[in-house]
């Protein structure tokens, strides 16, 4: 499981391990956090109390710091986190396919000048893919089945770690998604964990 890393204005930022989360709460940077407890590290005895330290990490924490100010404004780009922003669905055709049979197609070809942006790509299956080829789509008369769209952050931190995405960490996100937003859409993909039996 990961750990959701905000900024202090509680904007999603990265997701972290728990040993990340823990190098925060020992340098002093954690300002808030969220969630149900999703570990317990246990370390050395405390030498005055004799106790032995734990540290409890949520699932959600928010952080200070001066490299923590802003969410991630220009996501990266990647067939996966393609594939997922379009629900491993065919923008042509309409189909769902696994990740091996789909590919990056761009709407205005390389080759015509199309750039490889999130606004220009979308997932097609391969026979879709190679009948567009490098037309435009009014020349084939092909249409898409929903327009292509920059995540912004927490769709992009949903979409990178969808398989593994804890119930409220999901809920969080989920209120700042745009209504471009359709992962929620194919109820394929809908797959969130149950927190009970994860804490260490």
């Known amino acids: 499981m990961h750990i959701l890393r905000l900024n202090k204005a509680g904007q999603p930022i990265e997701w972290l391990t728990w040993q990340d989360a823990i190098c925060l709460y020992s340098r002093d940077l954690v300002c808030w956090s969220l969630g149900d407890i999703i570990y317990r590290a246990r370390g ?15 699932s959600i924490i928010a952080c200070g710091g001066k490299k923590l100010v802003h969410p991630r404004n220009n996501p990266i780009l990647s067939n996966a986190a393609l594939f997922e922003r379009d629900g491993f669905q065919c923008m042509y055709c309409g189909k769902y396919f696994h990740k091996t049979l789909m590919t990056r197609d761009h709407i205005v070809p390389s080759s015509r000048g199309g750039k490889d942006v999130w606004e220009n790509v979308v997932a097609a299956c391969k026979r879709c893919n190679q009948h ?21 952050a927490a769709e992009y931190l949903a979409l990178v770690n969808s398989r593994r995405i804890l119930p409220d960490q999901a809920d969080f996100l989920s209120k700042q998604f745009s209504r471009n937003y359709r992962k929620q859409n194919n109820p394929q993909l809908k797959n969130t964990q149950d ?4 804490v260490q």
């Open 132 to 152: 567009k080829d490098n037309h435009l789509l009014q020349e084939i008369n092909m249409s898409l089945i929903a327009l292509p769209y920059r995540p912004n």
């Open 195 to 198: 927190t009970s039996s994860i």
């Open 44 to 58: 050395g005895y405390n030498r005055i109390t004799g106790r032995k330290t734990v540290i409890e990490l949520p």
